[in-house]
């Protein structure tokens, strides 16, 4: 996992790494979770492993058991692409995720869709009942990050902060962020 080499990145932010249904089957992932961590350096409680609700689909009780045991590691995990599929309701109650992803789906429609807003404002409540974070994905403009701030979203991201961009280029890119919130 490559992505823990952000273990000396400014500020100590957290790294999510995205794991697609087939590497989450892997039966290996735990250990090579555990030996980026070990040979990193990156505190544990700074990853975050993101996974979709097709992960949840698969068979339960090794899907469970997997997370359990990324979440003893230390690890944070997080439901990507919330509210894009069929049983999302069911899967928070199943496992109890660190933070919740809004689809971008929903954030695209903040600032014309009265229907996305009430999305948006029932996830955000449902999370903090259930001591979730929530963070909104595809934000592009300083209105929807407004919105979401004033439901009670805890994160955002999307163009509205940066680009896609090397990992090279991060601690630049965060120092800015520091030092001008405003910036983006």
Request: glycine fraction near 8%; aromatic fraction near 6%; charge should be negative.
């Amino acid at each position: 996992m490559r992505a823990c080499s952000a273990a000396t990145w400014p500020g100590c932010p957290r790294i999510a790494v995205n794991l697609s249904p087939a590497q989450f089957a892997h039966r290996g992932l735990v250990d090579a979770v555990a030996v980026a961590l070990q040979c990193s350096g990156l505190d544990p409680a700074r990853l975050e492993l993101e996974i979709t609700e097709t992960v949840m689909l698969q068979d339960t009780q090794v899907t469970l058991a997997t997370l359990q045991r990324l979440k003893g590691l230390g690890v944070r995990i997080a439901m990507d692409d919330f509210g894009t599929g069929y049983s999302s309701l069911s899967c928070l109650q199943r496992f109890p995720f660190d933070k919740v992803k809004i689809d971008r789906s929903f954030t695209r429609g903040l600032e014309e869709s009265p229907q996305s807003n009430a999305i948006v404002r029932a996830v955000t409540g449902l999370c903090i009942g259930l001591d979730m974070t929530t963070t909104a994905e595809g934000v592009e403009t300083k209105a929807q990050f407004q919105v979401l701030f004033r439901e009670g979203c805890g994160e955002a991201q999307g163009y509205l902060f940066s680009r896609p961009c090397p990992g090279a280029e991060i601690p630049a890119l965060l120092a800015r962020l520091e030092s001008d919130p405003s910036s983006a």
